[in-house]
């Protein structure tokens, strides 16, 4: 009995160092991630200026809760600078504020883990002293608009991870304001960001 005893007790502790030492990602807990990107966007009333000046990059950070390894709700905020040598303009930007819930899948003894997600974004187009008819004004868009999008992370170790992602934002509800007022026009603007970024899992960090 003793002997049977000493046998089961091996192959737990076996199969537990096995695990440990299999496991080699981790979402589940608190996670915090920090990326470039680079932005495209288009519009049909801005049409010109789209074509003109859609495209930009800047830096974006965000907060995830892993609930289990499959869910992850997050909080994410995003700028981007956009090009204006070929406008007439002081300088643009786009900053948006995502929250939703990301789907991992595969599992912790797997190093790539494939995601996707969904959400909404509360997004500003901003134009500074940007030239209308004869004089330099500045432009806002706000927008209210659900994002979708997906991407990879790649875990070194449970601790942490690189990852790529892209996330479209539709064109949702919009309003413009000249100089800080709401002119009643509701131009369509959508945007897609693509980014690179490391992410980190505090829990396997704390362990």
């Given at each position: 009995?003793?002997q049977?005893?000493a046998?089961?007790l091996?192959?737990?502790?076996?199969?537990?160092?096995?695990?440990?030492?299999?496991?080699?990602?981790?979402?589940?807990?608190?996670?915090?991630?920090?990326?470039?990107?680079?932005?495209?966007?288009s519009?049909e009333?801005?049409?010109?200026l789209?074509?003109s000046a859609?495209n930009?990059?800047g830096v974006?950070?965000?907060?995830?809760?892993?609930?289990?390894?499959?869910?992850?709700?997050?909080?994410?905020?995003?700028?981007?600078?956009?090009?204006?040598?070929?406008?007439?303009?002081?300088?643009?930007a786009?900053?948006?504020?995502?929250?939703?819930?990301?789907?991992?899948?595969?599992?912790?003894i797997?190093?790539w883990?494939?995601?996707v997600?969904?959400?909404?974004?509360?997004?500003?187009?901003?134009?500074?002293?940007?030239?209308?008819?004869?004089?330099?004004?500045?432009?806002?868009?706000?927008s209210?608009?659900?994002?979708v999008?997906?991407?990879?992370?790649?875990?070194?170790?449970?601790?942490?991870?690189?990852?790529?992602?892209?996330?479209?934002?539709?064109?949702?509800?919009?309003?413009?304001?000249?100089?800080?007022?709401?002119?009643?026009?509701?131009?369509?603007?959508?945007a897609?960001?693509?980014?690179?970024?490391?992410?980190?899992?505090?829990?396997?960090?704390?362990?």
């Open positions: 009995m003793k049977v005893l046998t089961v091996m192959l737990i502790g076996c199969l537990t160092a096995n695990a440990q030492i299999m496991q080699r990602s981790s979402i589940k807990g608190l996670n915090a991630d920090a990326g470039f990107n680079l932005l495209g966007w519009s009333y801005y049409e010109l789209s074509e859609g930009g990059y974006g950070v965000s907060a995830s809760y892993g609930i289990t390894e499959f869910l992850e709700p997050y909080l994410g905020y995003a700028y981007s600078a956009i090009g204006t040598s070929e406008i007439d303009a002081k300088s643009m786009m900053s948006q504020l995502d929250i939703g819930l990301r789907l991992n899948f595969l599992g912790t797997h190093a883990r494939p995601f997600q969904a959400g909404y974004s509360n997004r500003v187009l901003g134009m500074n002293k940007i030239s209308y008819d004869t004089q330099y004004i500045d432009v806002r868009v706000k209210h608009a659900p994002h999008g997906g991407g990879i992370a790649y875990f070194f170790n449970p601790a942490w991870a690189v990852y790529a992602q892209g996330l479209f934002t539709l064109e949702g509800k919009n309003s413009e304001f000249f100089d800080g007022e709401k002119t009643g026009v509701e131009p369509d603007v959508s897609f960001r693509v980014a690179v970024g490391v992410k980190f899992n505090i829990q396997s960090l704390l362990n």
